[in-house]
Nanobody, 130 residues
């Protein structure tokens, strides 16, 4: 089992910055891919971005250029640096993690991220005021 704990949320004014952290514990060696999600008031949960097992990072278009995802492998911690925050960024931010699965391409095996996140944190609240 894996437990994920997010921290770093808070209240900031528009244009401000926050850095979220996600620290896993338990069977951390089963984690190969990690993601950030968020859910604003009255909105559905959406992906913010994530990092795959090759270290490649992707972002939702709504946060590109403002948010930065990074991972400290020694600390097994995932970070989300959020700059130029707007009230639209308000919401609960969640960290999620998944393992890897074996796939084949042209008969050659390779690993890829599992299709669904298996582990979720409890979330940390981010509130941006105008």
């Amino acid at each position: 089992q894996v437990q994920l704990v997010e921290s770093g949320g808070g209240s900031v004014e528009s244009g401000g910055s926050l850095t979220l952290s996600c620290t896993p514990s338990g069977n951390i060696y089963s984690i190969h891919c990690m993601d950030w999600f968020r859910q604003g008031p009255g909105k559905e949960r959406e992906g913010v971005g994530g990092i795959d097992l090759d270290g490649r990072i992707n972002y939702n278009d709504s946060v590109k250029g403002r948010f930065t995802i990074s991972r400290d492998n020694k600390k097994n911690t995932l970070y989300l640096q959020m700059d130029s925050l707007t009230p639209e960024d308000t919401g609960m931010y969640y960290c999620a993690a998944r393992g890897r699965s074996l796939a084949y391409k042209d008969g050659i095996p390779y690993y890829e991220c599992e299709s669904e996140n298996k582990y979720w944190g409890q979330g940390t609240q981010v509130t941006v005021s105008s």
